[in-house]
């Protein structure tokens, strides 16, 4: 199929399905920068994991996968298991972060359990 939509002899016709998707591990964030939406008091709550794999079995086309938007990804205790899920799943994650909640130590850890 290509990225076009295909169109059957009743003029119905369906979209081809999206290889990417946008989800928010996070709405809050550990900075409150003036001017940011997040740090104006939007929402403040988390994904957590097992919400995370309902999404993704639901989207068995998903090849890429990009981890934020405007919370602080890492501000959620599960997503490292989430990139380790996506991962297992052959799906490519991206993510931004302020890097502030990275360190030498929390790397290291994550890296070991996801081993």
């Not at 003029?11 to 709405?27: D, G, K, N, Y």
């Not at 996506?86 to 990275?102: D, E, F, K, V």
Request: charged content about 20%; glycine content about 6%.
């Amino acid at each position: 199929m290509t990225n076009s939509a295909v169109i059957n002899e009743n003029m119905s016709f369906r979209l081809p399905q999206p290889i990417m998707l946008w989800m928010e591990p996070s709405a809050s964030c550990n900075l409150d920068c003036p001017g940011c939406p997040t740090a104006a008091g939007r929402g403040g709550g988390v994904m957590h994991l097992e919400d995370f794999i309902h999404v993704i079995d639901q989207t068995p086309w998903l090849r890429f996968l990009n981890l934020w938007h405007r919370g602080e990804p890492l501000v959620a205790p599960d997503f490292p298991d989430m990139v380790a899920e996506a991962s297992r799943r052959g799906i490519w994650t991206q993510t931004y972060t302020n890097g502030l909640l990275l360190s030498k130590n929390n790397l290291a850890e994550r890296r070991r359990k996801h081993r």
